[in-house]
């Protein structure tokens, strides 16, 4: 497997890790968004949210909170986006479910937003019902 999260999880690639758990390890983004961009990633492969044990994904939004908290209080920034993104579509770039865990601060520069535009009721509506009927 050439997965580049489980070479970091198995030491073959350098990281800067802030946090380990029996399930979990969590390391600095190189490609950060902001200072204190952070990854929280299972120990277990698992490409997407679809496929992570759900004991994992409890795991990793645990870890993410407690690392938010830390980065809350060592760095101070306005605001944090816990964010978890599945497959190429979405901008996932790495396929092993991971979560972000991202200190902002007000006009940082950095975007992550889109445009506001009012959905249609019945498409909505109807959307819905396929999504309850796949339940």
Partial sequence: MSCVFCMIRDGQIPSTR?????????????NPINPGHLLVVPKAHAPTVLDVADEDLVAC??????????????LH???????????????????????????RWENDGKGFT??????????????????RAAL
């Fill in 18 to 30: 802030v946090h380990e758990d029996d399930r979990t390890i969590a390391f600095m983004d190189i």
């Fill in 61 to 74: 939004y645990r870890a993410a909170k407690k690392l938010a908290a830390a980065a809350e209080k060592a």
């Fill in 77 to 103: 920034p306005g605001g944090m986006v816990v964010a978890q993104f599945n497959g190429p579509a979405a901008f996932q770039s790495v396929l092993h479910f991971h979560v972000h865990v991202i200190p």
């Fill in 114 to 131: 889109w445009e506001l535009i009012k959905g249609d009721p019945t498409q909505i509506a109807d959307t819905a019902a396929k999504i």
